[in-house]
């Protein structure tokens, strides 16, 4: 498999699990994860990403064709888990005294970051 598209099908892995982790914990509510914080939503432009790197010729990169558009979906994804990395830490700096940031937010916005290194290493390494 070329290893941009390794890089990118574990960046998007890692954001798909980051909705299951708990974004914050708040002293009435308690524990939000990224499904009940509405964190999901930005797995549909990865799943869109995902499509390319497993499909096709594993061997080979991404043409410029196929790689930009998934650059810009990975690009998407990650203003969507900037939004709700900041929209977390308003919600504890509202909650007050008690609440907490959880690491939901973090490994979202980390692995949507690795999925763009990966497509950018998919359409710049040449195939072996």
Excluded: N, Q
């Excluded at 941009?4 to 909705?19: E, F, K, M, S, Y």
């Excluded at 869109?48 to 043409?63: K, Y």
């Excluded at 949507?112 to 998919?122: R, Y």
């Amino acid at each position: 498999m070329h290893p941009g598209r390794l890089v990118v099908t574990a960046g998007v892995v890692v954001a798909g699990l980051a909705v299951l982790f708990p974004f914050v914990d708040l002293p009435v509510i308690g524990t939000v994860d990224g499904v009940d914080g509405d964190a999901w939503p930005a797995l549909i432009p990865l799943a869109a990403v995902l499509l390319p790197a497993l499909l096709g010729d594993r061997s080979l990169g991404h043409r410029a064709r196929s790689g930009v558009p998934s650059l810009v979906a990975c690009c998407t994804a990650a203003v969507f888990a900037s939004a709700k990395l900041a929209d977390s830490v308003g919600a504890v700096r509202d909650a007050g005294e008690g609440a907490s940031l959880g690491a939901g937010p973090w490994v979202m916005l980390v692995g949507t970051l690795v999925a763009i290194v990966g497509e950018v290493l998919a359409m710049t390494i040449p195939p072996r």
